[in-house]
T-cell receptor
């Protein structure tokens, strides 16, 4: 049973556009929701993370929107650039750090000039 | 930011041999380290969780006698793939957890190819 569902599987966005990736979770015990960016042949890098006590968190061009009642969260990449082309994973855990992360299946983002 | 290194980055070995992969937290002491496996174009699959000085906790379906994990210090964990077979070929990634701010930081990964 997949506990974190991520969509879409792949996404093509024009340069300067907004990229939106969505995730939904089932386990209400989850209380930490990070997003990771992974380039081919590299390990995932933490982009931004949120906890359920806020509905939105913004860091530069990256924004997480969180809807606790719907058990959904999303990543918005504003002014998307070709350098943003990568695979993005959402994840969830019962608590940051020492608790296990449950990953979504990933979204391959391609930003075209 | 917190840096996690892995060594080697790439290894090719013959079937039946053992391979050791090191994971180090370079500028912080990690309370917990995790080992993941990733197949091409797929998500990360957690293999095991390890705390310094304790036995690793393996996920269901992961053979602990095949994937030996040693967490000797707060900055070093090793994964040894014993008697490797071609089906063990994969991308192995470790992560280390930092208490403050508490999150996981990932290493760059190790590409294992078993011939």
């Amino acid at each position: 049973q997949q506990q974190v569902k991520q969509s879409p599987q792949s996404l093509i966005v024009q340069k300067g556009g907004i990229s939106i990736i969505n995730c939904a979770y089932e386990n209400t015990a989850f209380d930490y929701f990070p997003w990771y960016q992974q380039f081919p042949g590299k390990g995932p890098a933490l982009l931004i993370a949120i906890r359920p006590d806020v509905s939105e968190k913004k860091e530069g061009r990256f924004t997480i929107s969180f809807n606790k009642s719907a058990k959904q969260f999303s990543l918005h990449i504003m002014d998307s650039q070709p350098g943003d082309s990568a695979t993005y994973f959402c994840a969830a855990s019962r608590g940051a750090g020492s608790y296990q992360l449950t990953f979504g299946k990933g979204t391959k983002l391609s930003v075209i000039p | 930011g917190a840096v996690v290194s892995q060594h080697p980055s790439r290894v090719i070995c013959k079937s039946g041999t053992s391979v050791k992969i090191e994971c180090r937290s370079l500028d912080f002491q990690a309370t917990t380290m995790f080992w993941y496996r990733q197949f091409p174009k797929q998500s990360l699959m957690l293999m095991a969780t390890s705390n310094e000085g304790s036995k690793a906790t393996y996920e269901q379906g992961v053979e602990k006698d095949k994937f030996l994990i040693n967490h000797a210090s707060l900055t070093l964990s090793t994964l040894t793939v014993t008697s490797a077979h071609p089906e063990d070929s994969s991308f192995y990634i470790c992560s280390a957890s930092l208490l403050s701010p508490d999150t996981q930081y990932f290493g760059p990964g190790t590409r294992l190819t078993v011939l």
